[in-house]
C-alpha cells in the first residue's frame, strides 16, 4: 500500500524558511511526478511546485509563478523522498500543504494527474 507522509510544517514569521519533506513507501516513484499542493481555508487546492523525471537522476521542476523563486522542489530517491525548501515565506503562504504522487509523467501542475496524496502538513506564516 503507497503512502505519503509530509512532516517539516509549522508556525514561522514572514520572511523566514521552511522545509517541507515528504516520506513515500509502498513503491517508488523514481520515474514518475510528484508534486506539492496547498489548500487554504475557503479556497481550493492548488499547485505549488512538481517534479517530473526526464532521465537518469534527471527531472524537470515547475512552480507556480506565486513561489517561484522562493520555493524549491527537490527529489532523493535513495530515500524516497520528497522536499519543499520555502524561503522567504509571506502570510499569504499559509495553507496546509499536501505532497502528491503520480503513476505518470504527464500535466504535473494538474490536481488530476495525481493518484496518491498526503495527509497534508500545516504551514502558518504570521506577519
Known amino acids: 500500500q503507497v503512502q505519503l507522509v509530509e512532516s517539516g510544517g509549522g508556525l514561522v514569521q514572514a520572511g523566514g524558511s521552511l522545509r517541507l519533506s515528504c516520506a513515500a513507501s509502498?513503491?517508488?516513484?523514481?520515474?514518475?511526478?510528484m508534486g506539492w499542493f496547498r489548500q487554504a481555508p475557503g479556497k481550493e487546492r492548488e499547485f505549488v511546485a512538481a517534479a517530473k523525471w526526464i532521465g537518469i537522476n534527471t527531472y524537470y521542476a515547475d512552480y507556480a509563478d506565486s513561489v517561484k523563486g522562493r520555493f524549491t522542489i527537490s527529489r532523493n530517491n535513495i530515500r524516497n523522498t520528497l522536499y519543499l525548501q520555502m524561503n522567504s515565506l509571506k502570510p499569504e503562504d499559509t495553507a496546509v500543504y499536501y505532497c502528491?504522487?503520480?503513476?505518470?509523467?504527464?500535466?504535473?501542475?494538474?490536481?488530476?494527474?495525481?493518484?496518491?496524496w498526503g495527509q497534508g502538513t500545516q504551514v502558518t506564516v504570521s506577519s
Open positions: 509502498g513503491r517508488t516513484f523514481n520515474n514518475n511526478a
Open positions: 502528491a504522487a503520480s503513476n505518470t509523467n504527464q500535466r504535473i501542475t494538474s490536481r488530476n494527474t495525481y493518484d496518491y
